[in-house]
């Protein structure tokens, strides 16, 4: 489908944890998307000289689902997060989607790693909750989410469920700094150190990864993954932003 302009009326809003807030919203023309495209959000007046500045945000929601779901980690002074803030049930803003080709591309005989940290989750929520994947899932799928401290998972509960539902689907969650030793995470270190971990009969080059978060994370992996022998053209990624070097 091709990208276009609507009008999205806020639905609601609620943080997911301390600084991830969920907004749901409805558009005034009708979209057709696949798991992992995103919307390019207007942000009015924001720019140099008043212009409109425009932010993407990965749709965390099913493609079958309405509404529409994203999930978005609050930036100190940024101005498409604060502004995505500050709209609550009723307010109106401006979109333009569906964007992107992260999307799951199907190869027989292959696995999938998603690999994400923070709301990088976002786009493999869809992805796992489309009818798409549930109905033809690869041979083996692992949902991968970092996170600092264990209060900053996301989904927790319907990932786990998903477990349940989806065939050989794993999920893990790997927290760098817990702050108790009950943290109720899978995995205590950073999702690279979680991939360093896997046995040498993890399927590594049976698998397809896509990469989600900080460019820092996916520069990483990448490196990891290619030490174990996966190919270039089986890692895919979608940069949210760049460290400051
Ligand atoms: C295709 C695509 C999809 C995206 N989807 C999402 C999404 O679903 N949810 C989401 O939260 N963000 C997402 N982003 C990032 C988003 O577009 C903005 O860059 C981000 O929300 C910051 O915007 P801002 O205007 O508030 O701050 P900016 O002024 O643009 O950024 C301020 C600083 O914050 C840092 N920063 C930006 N994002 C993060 C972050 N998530 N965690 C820590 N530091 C950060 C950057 O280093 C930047 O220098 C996506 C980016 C891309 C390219």
């Not at 101005?79 to 500050?86: A, D, F």
């Not at 702050?179 to 109720?184: A, E, I, L, S, Y």
């Not at 950073?190 to 896997?198: G, I, K, N, Q």
Request: proline share 6%.
């Amino acid at each position: 489908m091709k990208a276009i302009s609507v009008q999205c009326t806020v639905q609601s809003h609620r943080f997911l944890t301390p600084t991830v807030f969920e907004l749901t919203f409805d558009t005034d023309l009708p979209i057709e998307f696949k798991g992992g495209q995103f919307v390019s959000v207007i942000v009015p007046g924001a720019g140099p000289g008043g212009r409109d500045l425009r932010r993407a945000y990965s749709i965390a929601s099913s493609p079958e689902a309405r509404p529409f779901e994203l999930c978005v980690k609050l930036v100190e002074g940024g101005p498409g997060t604060n502004y995505l803030n500050s709209l609550r049930a009723g307010d109106v803003f401006k979109g333009m989607f569906p964007y992107g080709d992260f999307t799951h591309q199907e190869k027989p005989d292959h696995g999938v790693c998603f690999i994400s940290t923070g709301t990088g989750i976002a786009p493999f929520r869809s992805i796992v909750l489309s009818e798409a994947f549930q109905k033809n899932p690869p041979t083996h799928s692992t949902l991968l989410l970092g996170v600092r401290e264990e209060n900053e998972v996301l989904y927790d509960a319907e990932m786990k469920s998903l477990t349940g539902k989806i065939k050989n689907f794993t999920w893990e969650t790997c927290v760098s700094r817990p702050t108790k030793d009950d943290h109720g995470c899978s995995f205590r270190g950073r999702v690279t150190d979680y991939l360093r971990s896997l046995s040498v009969n993890y399927p590594f080059t049976k698998t397809d990864y896509y990469l989600c978060g900080g460019g820092a994370m996916i520069d990483e992996v990448k490196k990891i993954l290619m030490d174990k022998g996966v190919e270039k053209t089986s890692i895919h990624q979608e940069v949210y932003y760049k460290e400051p070097k």
